[in-house]
């Protein structure tokens, strides 16, 4: 890098407007090199302006995950009330089976009762038919 100083040197001795030229030329591209255009440097309007929109832009989407939040936890509640309301008529659809099949033991073991005791009076006919047949036999 040219100091200043080399730089006024160079123009103040220059032989001809054409040298000085190419000295200032050559300066410029210096200062290109050390510094990049002002259109690709972030400046503190800029920067604040893109600071604005990201909050805005993370404020929509907070807004926009609240409202679906809510949306999931509505259909969730919604879930969850058809889910019980689906238990609770399994709950009474069975109930009412076991009631029947209660029902219908019951009748069976009382027609197997039935059954059981005309076996044992048949049963006791025949043995007390079977003891007077064998006292008339002696």
Do not use: W
Not at 15 to 20: L, V
Not at 97 to 103: D, F, G, N, S, V
Request: net charge negative; hydrophobic share 35%.
């Amino acid at each position: 890098m040219t100091s200043v100083i080399d730089i006024y040197e160079r123009l103040r001795t220059a032989p001809d407007d054409a040298t000085r030229a190419r000295v200032i030329a050559e300066a410029f591209e210096q200062l290109e090199d050390r510094y990049p255009e002002i259109k690709d440097l972030a400046t503190s309007a800029g920067l604040r302006e893109t600071e604005l929109r990201l909050l805005k832009e993370i404020e929509q989407l907070r807004a926009d995950l609240t409202t679906e939040i809510e949306q999931v936890r509505g259909e969730i509640k919604e879930t969850e009330l058809k889910l019980t309301r689906e238990i609770e008529q399994l709950r009474a659809d069975l109930t009412k089976e076991i009631e029947q099949l209660r029902a219908d033991l019951t009748k069976e073991i009382e027609q197997v009762r039935g059954e059981i005791k005309e076996t044992e009076l048949k049963l006791t006919r025949e043995i007390e038919q079977g003891r007077m047949e064998g006292r008339l036999e002696i």
